[in-house]
Antibody
């Protein structure tokens, strides 16, 4: 079955960097056939869309709140999605989920279990 | 940016009752590119409805979605104990793919 496993979360000081990974498995077709999102959820708050990357890695879009600081990328040889987070702020504290979309339309069909990022001095 | 407003913020009902959740968009969502997700506390969200009205794989038929344009509805026909959770709508029309603020469905 579809599995998305995030890793790389932890506690980091403001202004520092962190790189999240999302390992994908159990897809019917190869990882390179699917687009991927990052979505986050601050403690006790709702869901916030962060970034998306197309199946081929060409198209990338970001929320205004992270544009210029976060970079989404993928390594199809490792079936892995990444989120490079630079210049972290306290307000970036959240559980970060990776999520998959199928086809040309970026509607999410599967989610990972999330990894917690805490930005604190 | 499309802003999604969900109502009510909290809905208090009893098992067996019917639940109606609303999601209103600030501008027309083309091709009904709207989804509904369910989330239990401490867990990842789960896809319920995509394309405004299509049930995802394995979702019971007591869940239904309707609407178009700017007004969308998630209906749960007869509430089961496991349905009491948080519900979010999200559009995937154009970036940014925003979520509504959520509706909490709680046991009365």
């Amino acid at each position: 079955q579809v599995q998305l496993v995030e890793s790389g979360g932890g506690v980091v000081q403001p202004g520092r960097s962190l790189r999240l990974s999302c390992a994908a498995s159990g897809f019917i077709f190869t990882f390179s056939n699917y687009g991927m999102h990052w979505v986050r959820q601050a403690p006790g708050k709702g869901l916030e869309w962060v970034a998306v990357i197309s199946y081929d890695g060409v198209l990338k879009y970001y929320a205004d709140s992270v544009k210029g600081r976060f970079t989404i990328s993928r390594d199809t040889s490792k079936n892995t999605l990444f989120l490079q987070m630079d210049s972290l702020r306290v307000e970036d504290t959240a559980v970060y989920y990776c999520a998959r979309y199928n086809g040309d339309v970026p509607g999410i069909d599967y989610w990972g279990q999330g990894t917690l990022v805490t930005v604190s001095s | 940016e499309i802003v999604l407003t969900q109502s009510p913020g909290t809905l208090s009902l009893s098992p067996g009752e019917r639940a109606t959740l609303s999601c209103r968009a600030s501008q027309t969502i083309s091709s009904n590119h709207l989804a509904w997700f369910q989330q239990n506390v401490g867990h990842a969200p789960r896809l319920l409805i995509y394309g405004a009205s299509s049930r995802a794989t394995g979702i019971p038929d007591r869940f239904s979605g309707s609407g178009s344009g700017t007004d969308f509805t998630l209906t749960i026909s007869r509430l089961e104990p496991e349905d009491f959770a948080l519900y979010y709508c999200q559009h995937y029309d154009s970036s940014p793919y925003t979520f509504g603020q959520g509706t909490k469905l709680e046991i009365k």
